[in-house]
T-cell receptor
Framework: GAVVSQHPSRVICKSGTSVKIECRSL??????MFWYRQFPKKSLMLMAT?????????EQGVEKDKFLINHASLTLSTLTVTSAHPEDSSFYIC???????????FGPGTRLTVL | GENVEQHPSTLSVQEGDSAVIKCTYS??????FPWYKQELGKRPQLIID?????GEKKDQRIAVTLNKTAKHFSLHITETQPEDSAVYFC??????????FGTGTSLTVIP
């Protein structure tokens, strides 16, 4: 099956720093990737849709200047959390759309802790 | 935008019994409805999905039913086993684009 990886799996940073999370589709080309955020014991909340070669589409209430998304190639999308604060601490999960169907393949997630 | 509601939030069943989780959606244009199982700290795993041109789909102990008119769909797990214990999420999507997830159901199967 299709494989999506994320890096890093876990990151701890100080308040005010920026953190970059990478999402890669390993065995297929993904023109569309998605970024989700999941707080403890909560559901996955869609943050943005990442389209290769174009600007990301953000969901209502998600600050595009705080969560920078770049989808520079057909296998890589990055999410940068700028000037991170403790309230940004969460589990961030990416997914890549199946180019042949409706399924999304999820990455393993990145646990971000901002001190 | 799409709004997906899921019930119940927690569910405990005896091993061997059946479990049913229900979801409703708001956007009649949604036509793809996957169900995911998520264990703590792990990625969601697709367990079954259904498209709007089908009313029911079954895969061994797992089945999903869809009522497009009422805009609701349900997950049925029969002969539950302790390893079925996890959090389950439903989602709704238009043709595999943005997934909007339900609030989740924490299922506990008691041995």
């Amino acid at each position: 099956g299709a494989v999506v990886s994320q890096h890093p799996s876990r990151v701890i940073c100080k308040s005010g720093t920026s953190v970059k999370i990478e999402c890669r589709s390993l065995d297929f080309q993904a023109t569309t990737m998605f970024w989700y955020r999941q707080f403890p014991k909560k559901s996955l909340m869609l943050m943005a849709t990442s389209n290769e070669g174009s600007k990301a589409t953000y969901e209502q209430g998600v600050e595009k200047d705080k969560f920078l998304i770049n989808h520079a190639s057909l296998t890589l999308s990055t999410l940068t959390v700028t000037s991170a604060h403790p309230e940004d601490s969460s589990f961030y999960i990416c997914s890549a759309r199946d180019p042949l169907g409706f399924e999304q393949f999820f990455g393993p997630g990145t646990r971000l802790t901002v001190l | 935008g799409e709004n997906v509601e899921q019930h119940p939030s927690t569910l405990s069943v005896q091993e061997g019994d059946s479990a049913v989780i229900k979801c409703t959606y708001s956007d009649s244009a949604s036509n793809y409805f996957p169900w995911y199982k998520q264990e703590l700290g792990k990625r969601p795993q697709l367990i079954i999905d259904i498209r709007s041109n089908v009313g029911e789909k079954k895969d061994q102990r797992i089945a999903v039913t869809l009522n497009k008119t009422a805009k609701h769909f349900s997950l049925h797990i029969t002969e539950t086993q302790p390893e079925d214990s996890a959090v389950y999420f439903c989602a709704a999507s238009i043709a595999g684009n943005q997934f909007y997830f339900g609030t989740g159901t924490s299922l506990t199967v008691i041995p």
